[in-house]
């Protein structure tokens, strides 16, 4: 399996990923078929906002500057297992899940 993790910066998550096809198609490659063993995970400015809203902070996708102040490796580690419950089926997402993460939950889940 591969796993693409792309931040979206200025553009929205949906345009970002359009922007990841476009290059495969420059690039000559196939664009990605939905039975593939790849994952597409796009933040909007940066991991760590998933990684802050996961550990149950409140986040604004806006903000540039969730990645102040860092986050440890231990925060990475608690943060992968709590998105790991959220991704289960009929769990319930954490009410400081931002969307760009919620909207990911189903590609999370062929991760399992």
Same mark, same amino acid.
């Given at each position: 399996m591969l796993i693409v993790l792309a931040d979206a910066d200025n553009l929205t998550t949906v345009e970002r990923e359009q922007t990841l096809h476009e290059e495969l198609n420059l690039a000559g490659e196939n664009a990605v078929i939905p039975n593939e063993p790849? %994952?597409? /995970? %796009?933040?909007?400015w940066q991991v760590e906002t998933w990684i802050k809203c996961a550990l149950g902070q409140?986040? #604004?996708e806006d903000d540039r500057d969730? &990645? +102040?102040p860092p986050v440890s490796s &231990? &925060?990475? +580690?608690?943060s992968a297992r709590i998105i790991f &419950?959220?991704?289960r089926p009929s769990a319930r997402v954490g009410a400081t899940c931002v969307p #760009? /993460? #919620?909207n990911a939950m189903p590609r999370w889940r062929r991760i399992g």
């Amino acid at each position: 399996m591969l796993i693409v993790l792309a931040d979206a910066d200025n553009l929205t998550t949906v345009e970002r990923e359009q922007t990841l096809h476009e290059e495969l198609n420059l690039a000559g490659e196939n664009a990605v078929i939905p039975n593939e063993p790849v %994952i597409v /995970l %796009i933040p909007k400015w940066q991991v760590e906002t998933w990684i802050k809203c996961a550990l149950g902070q409140h986040m #604004s996708e806006d903000d540039r500057d969730t &990645d +102040r102040p860092p986050v440890s490796s &231990d &925060d990475v +580690r608690e943060s992968a297992r709590i998105i790991f &419950d959220w991704a289960r089926p009929s769990a319930r997402v954490g009410a400081t899940c931002v969307p #760009s /993460l #919620s909207n990911a939950m189903p590609r999370w889940r062929r991760i399992g």
